[in-house]
């Protein structure tokens, strides 16, 4: 279901359905697409000098992980720890643990 279109493929499939030149069957069976594996995500925006930001990807890029993902687990850890919620997962203990250790911040 990942076919790929050409830009003209999809220019001539547009300006066919601007002209009415497309017609429909309600009785043909579709599969939709598979439902995501996980929640839908809400942009937050925040704003950092940028040796912070430097510093953020450069830890993502050392544990192999995209920094936005690197981020998340960073506020979940920080609201996790402000609530004295236990509940965090397994993966993001590991990487806190090998991010700590790797920087010098370990006991």
């Known amino acids: 279901m990942s076919q790929q279109y050409s830009d003209e493929q999809i220019s001539a499939a547009a300006a066919a359905f601007a002209a009415g030149d497309v017609t429909y069957h309600e009785g043909v069976r579709v599969s939709l697409p598979p439902a995501p594996e996980t929640e839908p995500m809400v942009p937050l925006g925040i704003r950092v000098p940028p040796v912070l930001a430097q510093r953020v990807r450069a830890a993502a890029d050392q544990a192999g992980i995209p920094y936005s993902q690197l981020i998340r687990e960073w506020i979940e850890l920080g609201l996790t720890d402000m609530a ?9 203990l590991r990487r806190a643990i090998a991010h700590a250790a790797q920087s010098g911040h370990a006991a």
Do not use: E
């Open 84 to 92: 004295g919620d236990l509940t965090v997962s397994v993966a993001v």
